[in-house]
């Protein structure tokens, strides 16, 4: 295949959600392009990380565009390709997992293109920034408020599972340890019902896993789910197993639905990260990098940990930089 066929047929396979256009004459010439390489736009963390990404870069005169990997190491690195290829100014990266991320970052340095990790993290490679979460302290923080509303109960002798995300992604590792952790802290040891790890990060799937956990585990009176909206799949399972009422929901990061679930104790606690803010500051060390500035290696955003009992006290918070100022 001829250089100019494979250039366009590059070009014509990415996946682009963004707010803009592909990027064409003389912005692409300048290196004027952001682009933002995501696991999923399906899910609200990764879209509210994007717009603080794009807040932060358009604000200094930046075209953003952010390219969904669909949960596909190929795609991601399909996308990562194409933008390497129309020359973009610089890469936000969220991985599909942390054994993914190299290649991705390998390519970027050949090419001399800075790249700002937002969330995951990476086994390997060169990279500007890093912009996380402490997600073991958060998932402590959870872990702990659970067991608190378990002895409250008093089910601290009940079961508890675990639907989790990657475990192959290095937050997914720290957010299930500190949710062991946190239980402990809080004074259960109670039998794990299991742990399921999620492929596509859908609420049929927690729901599947969910119910099979509350077969095989009657005495279940606690579980955590690890990310946002797959939490409505698990509440849907204990709905159908009328099980309502009888096992306390964690959850981890946020979507506007969890505000009345944690208000009537559907969900016990959920610990918020808070991606607006992790993508405004992923795009602010990225244009530090591009005007030749120092940039911080490590960032670690604050999780909240949000209860059913201080919802009303932190919404203000939650509403700017978890939900990206999405919900009035």
Known sequence: MKKRTLIKALMGSALVAGTGPLVTGSARAAGKTIVYLTPGLDLPFWRY???????????KGYTFQALDSHNSA?????NAQDAITKGVAGIVISPTDSSTAPSVLELAKK????????????????????????????????????????????WEKGSVGLITISQARKNGQARTKGFRDGLVAGGV????????????????????????????????????IQTDQPALGALRAIKAARREGQVLVAAFDGIP??????????IVVSGMQQPYLMGQQ?????????????????????ILVVTSENIDKVL??????VFANEVS
């Open 316 to 321: 203000p918070t939650v509403k700017r930089t």
């Open 257 to 266: 639905e969890f505000v009345d679930l944690l208000k009537s104790g559907q």
């Open 282 to 302: 992923s795009g602010d060390e990225l244009l530090k990098a591009l005007a030749g500035q120092p940039a911080q290696k490590d960032i670690a955003i604050e």
């Open 49 to 59: 990380l994007s717009k603080g990404i794009e807040a932060a870069v358009t604000a």
């Open 74 to 78: 190929q795609t991601q690195l399909q």
């Open 111 to 154: 090419a001399g293109i800075p790249v700002v990790i937002g969330d995951i993290g990476t086994n390997s490679g060169d990279y500007v920034s890093f912009i996380s979460s402490n997600n073991y302290e958060g998932a402590k923080g959870v872990g702990m408020a659970l067991a608190a509303a378990l002895k409250k109960k008093g």
């Open 189 to 224: 040891t109670t039998k794990e019902a299991g742990l399921q790890q999620m492929q596509t990060y859908t609420t049929d799937e927690t729901f599947k896993f969910t119910q099979d956990m509350l077969t095989a585990n009657p005495d279940m009176r606690g579980l955590f």
